[in-house]
């Protein structure tokens, strides 16, 4: 990777770790992240990822290295003076005040003039959708409208760089999902340099210029949603983003254009892709998307064809999963556009199955 120049350079992570007593909670975390990105921290629950956020607005100081932002160092620059705003995990809007008053806390704390407040915050109060709004209670506002402040709140200030700490995760799987646009158009109409911190791969992979994967403190991959999808750096990483059925482990036999993986008795085969280095009789791990599986067709010729019996069916809507035991190959799951398959091979009875290799992710052994 070319190293960025620092004007490109909006928030400069360098080396750094945070212990909270015996709990390693952040790792030697380097990150470089560009000015405009939409850049998201993606990882299981307590991986770390709002103590990396704490730490890039000031609330958390690193046990160790450095943090830059526009290409000043911020390590021990207090929260207000860092050109940060940030949108918490839980909003932390302040219940007793009002709309307005919450969104100007920033700004009266920064010593803005009266005048001055009153219209930026009206400007980011519209902003948001949430003009008429100003004298109401928090406590008077649904969950996406207190999420709408939150936003205002962080905005209004303009901030050199947006933190959002799973602003969405108390919402409806609708409001959500509308919230994400109204997400993606606010950042494409300020051109923030925004952190978001989501434990949620979907939203992850449908919002970012790119994720960052975290896994206990420590990066696991950095990557553009499609690279990351398509090709994960390691088994963490592949069985964290979307779904993917892990193979039993399989000895390689490589040729000029293809790979042969034999697990017991079956063998699959894969073309051979230039970036793979598998040698002949060594041990890889191969993982399968449920969309690259389908029902076998005598066009097939028995090529990457195995013989499952059918579990279950779970029909949801625009596709179905269906899960299927392959000797050899344990519990396959595929997943088959909308619902004309169920029921045409009833559980409890035998498939053909044809994987697709075209699409395989592999991975050494070794790796993790
Ligand atoms: N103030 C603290 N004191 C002690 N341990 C802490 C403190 N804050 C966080 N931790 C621990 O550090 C680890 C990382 O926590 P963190 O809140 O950063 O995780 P997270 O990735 O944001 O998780 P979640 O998705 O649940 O919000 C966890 O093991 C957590 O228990
Ligand atoms: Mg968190």
């Not at 000043?72 to 809007?93: C, E, I, W």
């Not at 407040?117 to 949430?130: D, G, H, P, R, W």
């Not at 506002?141 to 901030?159: E, H, T, Y």
């Not at 009875?349 to 050494?364: P, Q, R, W």
Request: hydrophobic share 40%; charged share 20%.
């Amino acid at each position: 990777m070319t190293a960025l120049q620092p004007d490109d350079c909006a928030v400069e992570i360098n080396h750094v770790s945070r212990v909270f007593g015996s709990v390693q909670a952040v790792n030697d975390v380097s990150l470089s992240i560009r000015t405009g990105e939409f850049i998201t921290l993606l990882g299981p629950s307590g991986c770390g990822k709002t103590t990396l956020l704490n730490m890039v607005a000031g609330f958390i100081n690193p046990s160790s290295g450095a943090i830059r932002i526009g290409g000043k160092d911020v390590t021990n620059v207090p929260v207000h003076l860092r050109d940060t705003g940030m949108v918490f995990q839980s909003y932390a809007l302040f219940p007793h005040m009002n709309v307005f008053d919450n969104v100007a806390f920033g700004l009266r704390q920064r010593k803005f003039t009266k005048a001055d407040i009153s219209s930026k915050v009206m400007q980011a109060i519209e902003m948001m959708s949430l003009s008429g709004m100003e004298h109401r209670r928090i406590s008077q506002l649904s969950g996406g409208q207190q999420q709408r402040v939150a936003l205002a709140r962080a905005i209004v200030i303009k901030p050199k760089v947006l933190l959002l700490d799973e602003p969405l995760s108390a919402l409806d799987k609708s409001l959500r999902a509308q919230m994400q646009v109204e997400l993606i158009e606010l950042h494409r109409n300020t051109g923030l340099t925004t952190i978001f911190v989501t434990h949620d791969q979907g939203e992850a992979l449908s919002l970012s210029d790119r994720i960052v994967v975290m896994n206990r403190g420590q990066i696991q991959q950095v990557a553009e949603p499609i690279d990351l999808y398509r090709n994960p750096a390691n088994g963490f990483v592949a069985s964290f983003i979307g779904e993917i059925n892990a193979l039993p482990p399989a000895t390689c036999t490589v040729a000029s254009d293809e790979i042969s993986l034999d697990i017991g008795n079956i063998r699959l085969i894969a073309p051979r892709r230039p970036e793979w280095q598998f040698a002949s009789g060594q041990s890889a791990k191969a993982f399968v998307r449920p969309e690259h599986i389908r029902i076998a067709t005598p066009a097939d010729g028995g090529r990457n064809v195995v013989t499952g019996e059918v579990l279950t069916h779970i029909y949801q809507g625009s596709h179905t999963i269906t899960r299927l035991n392959v000797d050899g190959l344990g519990p396959i799951e595929m997943r088959l556009p909308g619902g004309d398959v169920v029921g045409r091979v009833p559980v409890g009875l035998k498939a053909d199955i044809a994987i697709n290799l075209a699409e395989v992710v592999l991975l050494s052994n070794t790796a993790n």
